[in-house]
């Protein structure tokens, strides 16, 4: 149900943000320093250290425009130096899932209290975006909202099973401060009409 104070659909472009970046590296940056002081074994060590870089790479790489182009062309590169057929099919495969997906951009919330997630696809014109994805999404409870963090936890159709559910941060700097403002008003009063809308916000 919706009020006729907020009649007209919410935009929410989405942009990068300087402070979630940092908080990310400085984890994995902790999470580096941690295994100094660990006893363990030569092997293991590379293990960790593979596996934090490679987690810090897919955090801050995959979902950026430049770097997911550049994930999906070098494979591609050096797959076309394969003779072997399957080779090329196998890695494609095990490849897509990781590296080709959709970069959202902008979050519609509708009049009528529908989501809308809007992607482009960087793999067919990246200077004017032609290929524009539109997924609708469900809200699921136990949103966090405040003026400095707000969190909000969706299922996406259209979407494979294992990227159906996705959190969507939003930070002062990575979001238009009146479109911030409005979403948060906007969020307490869909709760406020119906506790069951926003189970356990906070």
């Given at each position: 149900m919706s009020?006729?104070?907020?009649?007209?659909?919410?935009?929410?472009?989405?942009?990068?943000?300087?402070?979630?970046t940092?908080?990310?590296?400085?984890?994995?940056?902790?999470?580096?320093?941690?295994?100094?002081?660990l006893d363990l074994p030569l092997g293991v060590r590379l293990a960790l250290l593979i596996a934090v870089v490679l987690?810090?790479?897919?955090?801050?790489?995959?979902?950026?425009?430049?770097?997911?182009?550049?994930?999906?062309?070098?494979?591609?590169?050096?797959?076309?130096?394969?003779?072997?057929?399957?080779?090329?099919?196998?890695?494609?495969?095990?490849?897509?899932p990781i590296f080709k997906r959709p970069r959202f951009q902008k979050v519609v919330w509708d009049a009528?209290?529908?989501?809308?997630?809007?992607?482009?696809?960087?793999?067919?014109?990246?200077?004017?975006?032609d290929a524009i994805l539109v997924y609708d999404a469900i809200l699921l409870p136990?949103?966090?909202?405040?003026?400095?963090?707000?969190?909000?936890n969706f299922v996406i159709d259209g979407m494979?099973?294992?990227?159906r559910r996705k959190s969507l941060v939003l930070l002062p700097d990575n979001v238009d401060a009146s479109v911030f403002r409005r979403l948060r008003v906007r969020l307490r009063w869909y709760a406020n009409e119906d506790p069951d809308n926003l189970a356990g916000l906070k």
């Open positions: 009020s006729q104070k907020y009649a007209s659909p919410l935009h929410i472009e989405l942009r990068s943000s300087a402070t979630l940092s908080v990310v590296v400085f984890i994995h940056v902790g999470a580096l320093l941690c295994m100094i002081p987690s810090l790479v897919l955090t801050l790489c995959v979902e950026g425009a430049w770097c997911q182009r550049w994930f999906q062309q070098w494979p591609q590169q050096w797959l076309q130096q394969s003779s072997q057929q399957w080779l090329q099919h196998r890695a494609n495969n095990l490849l897509a009528d209290d529908r989501w809308k997630f809007v992607a482009s696809d960087d793999r067919v014109d990246e200077a004017t975006y136990g949103a966090v909202v405040h003026p400095r963090l707000t969190v909000l494979p099973w294992y990227r």
